[in-house]
């Protein structure tokens, strides 16, 4: 148990909707990571938050924001969606104060399905 | 964007063999990281390097920071069934986006018992 926390752990929507992912990073942990995950893609950096706010952006999608709140909680919102949003969407966190020594755990992940 | 390249994509193997696994990339990096990912959770962090020609073991599993920055090795001795599952190079993109991962593309561990 890595002690990342992401909810739900499925989800499935249809083309077109909303939806909100989760994450509780462990305790102590400033920064958060989220990343996607699909077969033709693999492993892909989405957005960090440090601290309430944001501090990198990586391939993310216009239709796609998050935001992380006073009590560290990050939450990831997919709108517009299509088809290929499809994938397993994992969020890491960090203490995030020394960036080369800085190990990212990971939760469980949440798996997305568009119908 | 930087890409890391990871050999082999698979690997089919019997119970007790020794595995060997790179990554490689056209840059230079400051660390790299090893990652597994087990079916249905995230990837968990298994070895972390930050100095070229580095050598660090975690029990049966030894990895190696290469001496040009450009690569990473990663052996798993005496595989045992719960070896089986994703794994993954990592390392620290400091270019437009400070301090995140960008990972390989994993390599599918099967053991046989």
């Known amino acids: 148990d890595s002690g990342v926390t992401q909810t739900p752990k499925h989800l499935i929507t249809a083309t077109g909707q909303r939806v909100t992912l989760r994450c509780s990073p462990r305790?102590?942990?400033?920064?958060v990571y989220w990343y996607q995950q699909s077969l033709d893609q693999g492993l892909q950096f989405l957005i960090q938050y440090y601290n309430g706010e944001e501090r990198a952006k990586g391939n993310i999608l216009e239709r796609f924001s998050a935001q992380q709140f006073p009590d560290l909680h990050s939450e990831l919102n997919l709108s517009s969606l299509e088809l290929g949003d499809s994938a397993l969407y994992f969020c890491a966190s960090s203490v995030g104060l020394i960036l080369l020594t800085d190990t990212q755990y990971f939760g469980p992940g949440t798996r997305l399905t568009v119908l | 964007g930087q890409q890391l390249n990871q050999s082999p994509q698979s690997m089919f193997i019997q119970e007790g063999e020794d595995v060997s696994m790179n990554c490689t990339s056209s840059?230079?990096?400051?660390?790299w990281l090893w990652y597994k990912q087990d079916p249905g959770e995230g990837p968990v962090l298994l070895i972390a390097?930050?100095?070229?020609?580095e050598l660090t073991s975690n029990g049966r599993l030894t990895a190696q920071f290469g001496i040009t920055r450009k690569d990473s090795f990663l052996n798993i001795s005496a595989s045992i069934p719960s070896d089986v599952g994703i794994y993954f190079c990592?390392?620290?993109?400091?270019?437009?986006?400070?301090?995140?991962?960008?990972f390989g593309k994993g390599t599918k561990l099967s053991v046989k018992p």
């Open positions: 305790s102590g942990d400033l920064s």
């Open positions: 390097l930050y100095k070229a020609g």
């Open positions: 990592a390392t620290l993109d400091y270019g437009g986006s400070q301090g995140n991962l960008i």
């Open positions: 840059s230079i990096f400051n660390t």
